[in-house]
């Protein structure tokens, strides 16, 4: 069980490389607009690559019975159905830089939580800075 877990974990990481770096090298198809519909959907993609890239750590190592997040006083848990509802729901509430509070990674949750909000600030910064570099490349 613990090998699965871990290749999981590792084809996640790679899963997120690989999406980040694919963002940083698309260019949107030339044309009037700087910024395709095809840049802001890889854009998307990129999002819930990493959203379901983080979830799939925290689930493993909630797996592993190292516990990442509490929901109130209790950590998370209950049916797996549950426990990965709850995940995805704070993946996706952290990389979005939402916190409601509701809940709260512990231990080593909390530093991997700030490095996914971390990708949650530069996902966009990277997405405009592709778009600017692209736009003025075309202009000289």
């Known amino acids: 069980m613990n090998w699965i877990v871990s290749i999981i974990l590792i084809m996640a990481t790679i899963g997120t490389i690989v999406s ?7 260019r949107p198809i030339r044309g009037r607009h700087s910024v395709s519909l095809r840049h802001f959907t890889l854009l998307l993609l ?3 690559t990493v959203i379901l890239s983080f ?3 925290y689930l493993g190592l909630e797996l592993l019975g190292i516990h990442v997040l509490k929901e109130g006083n209790a950590c998370v848990g209950g049916s797996v159905s549950h426990l990965i ?5 704070f993946s996706a509430v952290t990389l979005l830089s939402v916190g409601y509070g509701d809940l709260v990674p512990v231990g080593i949750g909390r530093f991997i939580a700030i490095v996914q909000a971390l990708f949650g600030y530069l996902l966009p910064a990277a997405f405009v800075v592709t778009s600017v570099l692209h736009v003025t490349k075309r202009e000289e």
Do not use: A, C, H
């Open 20 to 26: 980040i770096l694919m963002l940083l090298r698309y």
């Open 55 to 57: 979830s799939i750590l």
């Open 85 to 89: 509802e709850d995940i995805v729901y």
């Open 46 to 48: 990129v999002y819930i």
